[in-house]
T-cell receptor
Framework: QKEVEQNSGPLSVPEGAIASLNCTYS??????FFWYRQYSGKSPELIMS????GDKEDGRFTAQLNKASQYVSLLIRDSQPSDSATYLC??????????FGKGTRLHILP | GAVVSQHPSWVICKSGTSVKIECRSL??????MFWYRQFPKQSLMLMAT?????????EQGVEKDKFLINHASLTLSTLTVTSAHPEDSSFYIC????????????FGPGTRLTVT
């Protein structure tokens, strides 16, 4: 199993709906998890970090972590066309190095 | 806060020349900086981890003599691509970990290198 896995997409969501992005991770990835957004031709931007089980909300974004299922997700409420980007899930391994998934492309349909 | 800058943002050089890219953390101290490369429509590839005051740790398959990394201070790391070739053309991105925060890593805007 890869350390951090994501569906590459594209995931198409109508404007105003909730976009749900999912990520699973292996035993080699430990405590800290992150979601980054990357627009085409730009560098990644940190949107959320989550360290403990449960939900963490920040504006329209909610990150969810379930360590028992080794699953982390990102919900985007009231999706906007400007949310169209590639979303990278990441977690730290035992060497404290951040391991990135390959990303999920999200398209918000106007 | 947590701003990372890179310079230059883009560079074109001739094959065989060397190019230096600077990465600076502007409002925090970064004990660790990372260098990534990303080819079009591909995922980020970690090249090396740079720790202030010590030698960089390179990922498997990355030539340390070709990609020279110097982490001179808590706010500056440089990547020098030596004897560049067209296949080195890529988007090079640095990131920095804030020494005061748990593992959060912030990316610079990237440097687009084209070798002709």
């Amino acid at each position: 199993q890869k350390e951090v896995e994501q569906n590459s997409g594209p995931l198409s969501v109508p404007e105003g709906a909730i976009a749900s992005l999912n990520c699973t991770y292996s035993d080699r990835v430990s405590q800290s998890f992150f979601w980054y957004r990357q627009y085409s031709g730009k560098s990644p931007e940190l949107i959320m970090s989550i360290y403990s089980n449960g939900d963490k909300e920040d504006g329209r974004f909610t990150a969810q972590l379930n360590k028992a299922s080794q699953y982390v997700s990102l919900l985007i409420r009231d999706s906007q066309p400007s949310d169209s980007a590639t979303y990278l899930c990441a977690g730290t391994n035992r060497d404290d190095k951040i391991i990135f998934g390959k990303g999920t492309r999200l398209h918000i349909l106007p | 806060g947590a701003v990372v800058s890179q310079h230059p943002s883009w560079v074109i050089c001739k094959s065989g020349t060397s190019v230096k890219i600077e990465c600076r953390s502007l409002d925090f101290q970064a004990t660790t900086m990372f260098w990534y490369r990303q080819f079009p429509k591909q995922s980020l590839m970690l090249m090396a981890t740079s720790n202030e005051g010590s030698k960089a740790t390179y990922e498997q398959g990355v030539e340390k003599d070709k990609f020279l990394i110097n982490h001179a201070s808590l706010t500056l790391s440089t990547l020098t691509v030596t004897s560049a070739h067209p296949e080195d053309s890529s988007f090079y991105i640095c990131s920095a970990r804030d020494a005061g925060l748990s593992y959060e890593q912030y990316f610079g805007p990237g440097t687009r290198l084209t070798v002709t």
